[in-house]
């Protein structure tokens, strides 16, 4: 059978993403009674990471150690890479030697080289274009919280990154509304948009587009690498804080959710993610029972 990989939420069918996410909620659970469940013993994860994490690296790190096996952090500083090793020879070689790796870089073809190259399973751990490990545990939260989301509306207020990016994929594959609200000139990208179908929209009145959504959705206005176009951006996304006022447009239970890192009094003003409405500490935890479900299925089927 030809090595699986998780580039974007497209290389799983929706009934595998419905499946996995079930797991990480059977996961935390088994975690939560402290139940031991080692099926990867013996089992090695390599992660490439170009750029800074908390999350990920923590959520891989502590996953891989729960489920029986070990995770090794690279970086670029203090590996060939970093001095312009060939991104082939690197897969050809950590992949004879370890069972799984994941990456965190800027381009995603870069991602795409490495998994073509490489004869173990391959995770993206956030490129510049998207970020599928961070919307199976945003999945996994809505789950818990409110079910199936097959027909819920989501509003996306903000850039339209990797993040964004992801959440069309969502959409497209859990065949849920998405509502995304950003300025001209930060659009996603047309084609995946074209992709998604009329259950995706664009939107330039970030009020209007929350209207009636069960979810609420932002990210940081300057992603990793675009940091010099800080100031730049935030003129271009004035307007596009997730407010209170915005939250009472959505239904009454809708949910609040962020990826994180998060700047309060920017992309979302303090009260609304540190309010009774935000689950983003629950979707931070769930990257660790998600990520766990994925290891598992990649390593195990
Ligand atoms: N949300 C997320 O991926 O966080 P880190 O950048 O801390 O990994
Ligand atoms: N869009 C953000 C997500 C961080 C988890 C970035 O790429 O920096």
Redesign the pocket.
């Known amino acids: 059978m030809a090595t699986r990989h998780f580039l974007s939420l497209l290389d799983f069918s929706p009934t595998e993403l419905t499946q996995l996410l079930k797991r990480a909620i059977e996961l935390k659970a088994m975690h939560r009674a402290g139940e031991i469940y080692e099926p990867l013993k013996n089992r090695v994860l390599a992660m490439i990471f170009e750029k800074s994490s908390t999350r990920t690296r923590v959520s891989f790190e502590a996953g891989m150690a729960q489920l029986g096996g070990q995770a090794m952090f690279l970086s670029p500083r203090d590996t060939q890479l970093g001095r312009g090793e060939p991104i082939e020879d690197t897969a050809r070689v950590l992949s004879s030697m370890v069972d799984i790796i994941m990456v965190r870089t800027f381009e995603h073809e870069k991602l795409e080289t490495l998994a073509q190259y490489s004869s173990v399973p391959v995770i993206n751990g ?1 490129t ?1 274009w998207v ?1 599928p490990c ?1 919307l199976l545990a945003d999945m996994q939260t809505w789950m818990e919280h409110r079910g199936d989301i097959t027909g819920k509306t989501a509003t996306y207020v903000g ?1 339209g ?3 964004c990016h992801s959440y069309i994929n969502a959409a497209r594959q859990l065949d849920f509304k998405l509502n995304i609200a950003c300025p001209e000139n930060y659009d996603p990208d047309a084609e995946l948009l074209k992709a998604a179908g009329d259950r995706v929209s664009i939107h330039r009145d970030p009020q209007a587009a929350c209207r009636g959504s069960d979810m609420i959705v932002t ?2 206005w300057a ?2 690498g675009q940091e010099e176009e800080q100031q730049q951006r935030e003129q271009a996304f004035a307007g596009y804080q997730v407010t209170a006022e915005m939250m009472a447009l959505a239904n009454d239970d809708a949910l609040f959710m962020h ?3 998060a700047h309060r009094g920017e992309e979302v003003s303090a009260e609304v993610i540190d309010g009774k409405q935000s689950v983003v500490w629950d979707e931070a935890e769930n990257r660790l029972h998600a990520q766990k479900a994925l290891l598992e299925f990649l390593l195990t089927q």
């Open positions: 956030l510049d970020h961070q850039d990154n990797n993040m990210d940081v992603s990793m990826c994180l890192p």
